[in-house]
């Protein structure tokens, strides 16, 4: 039994194999079909904040795949990627090995912690932790972040993507989960918000943050920046009701605090 206090054990890295990477794991349906060539609308838009530009070097912590080494590199930037899970350095290296020659920047993958960094200090202009933070422990997290403030050049620029915003699947997703049970579509939600859509979740999603607990995790961590929320395009197509109740909840504050899925950062170190 685990003592009070003490720290909780990291998620094995067993539970990240292939499968998961190729059918869970954000993206992957773009991956499946490309082969990295092609970001989903997540991964672009977080990728889109880290504004690469040649000659820059570029750590991504929990590389994945490989598919944003892939597109920093096409950008002529140096980019390096490390993740604790065999598999994923597997999948990474073949990406970047397809990518030799035909890109300007250099690309370069390793098995490591992201609480210990293989790097020394300063390297980085810009740091990238997509879908990662929610795999942490909150005491991995907190070391994982100092390990990035280390890394990163004082000029440099530190991006987040995290979902889903714990604010909605502790107060919003009960309400959502009433609603469409009332409509007859109770059984495509989950009593867990962690089983909807994607079950591996409930066995790898650890830390989930809200718009203000990943401001303050980034201060503590020596980090100053914008904090903010976004969601997925809301499509609509139910009825007039039902659209209107959705684009209220999510336009309006403080209501889109918790409604709105997605917690993006992009910070710097405070001076």
Known sequence: MQKRNEPQQAVSSSLYDEAYFRTACEGYDEFNTSEGQQ???RLASAFSLA??????????????????LRHAAARGADAFGIDYALVAVNMSQQVVEGIDGTAPGKTDVAQADAKQLPF???FFDRVLMFDVVEHLHPWELDVALKEVNRVLKDDGLFIVHTAPNVWYDKYAYPVVRAIRTAMGQGAKYPK???????????HVHVNEQSMWSMRRTLGRAGFRGKVWLESPPQ???EGVVIDNLRGFLF???PLRWFFERE???VVSKAR
């Open 251 to 253: 336009k309006t504050p």
């Open 39 to 41: 970001l989903s609308r």
């Open 192 to 202: 867990n918000p962690r089983n909807f859509l994607v079950e591996v979740n409930e």
């Open 263 to 265: 917690v993006f950062a």
């Open 235 to 237: 499509h609509g197509g």
């Open 51 to 68: 504004k690469v530009e040649p000659g820059m070097t570029i750590l991504d912590v929990g590389c994945g795949r490989g598919e944003i």
């Open 120 to 122: 020394p200090d300063r």
